[in-house]
């Protein structure tokens, strides 16, 4: 039986886009809202953490994904950017160096 696996890693230019989408599409970024710095926190449990700059609060505000959600939003990134993902593949996201990156296998 063949086997596959891939590593898809996300430059932090791609992972903003894609976090700056979800933002939108999901209404967790006001109007006067901007991403600031986009932290990748954790290794087994990964999570981004995301500074919101120009709401009410000067400092900014702080925004936490989820492992659950970073998978769900580089899929979606893959989809609309047209990069080919089998539908089949176990996938899962896991740090690498300092990007994330979007892990496809298939048994």
């Given amino acids: 039986m063949i086997s596959e696996w891939r590593r898809l890693v996300f430059s932090m230019d791609e992972l903003a886009t894609a976090i700056l989408q979800y933002l939108v599409t999901t209404n967790k970024i006001g109007e006067k809202e901007?991403?600031?710095?986009?932290?990748?926190?954790?290794?087994?449990?990964?999570?981004?953490?995301?500074?919101?700059?120009?709401?009410?609060?000067?400092?900014?505000?702080?925004?936490?994904?989820?492992?659950?959600?970073?998978?769900?939003?580089?899929?979606?990134?893959?989809?609309?950017?047209?990069?080919?993902?089998?539908?089949?593949a176990k996938k899962a996201i896991m740090r690498h160096e300092d990007k994330l990156a979007l892990i496809l296998s298939i048994d």
Avoid: M, Y
Wanted: charged share 30%.
């Fill in 34 to 88: 901007s991403l600031g710095r986009i932290v990748i926190a954790g290794e087994d449990d990964l999570q981004v953490n995301i500074t919101l700059k120009g709401g009410e609060k000067p400092e900014g505000r702080i925004v936490e994904l989820k492992s659950e959600i970073l998978g769900a939003l580089l899929l979606t990134h893959c989809i609309r950017s047209k990069i080919p993902v089998a539908k089949r």
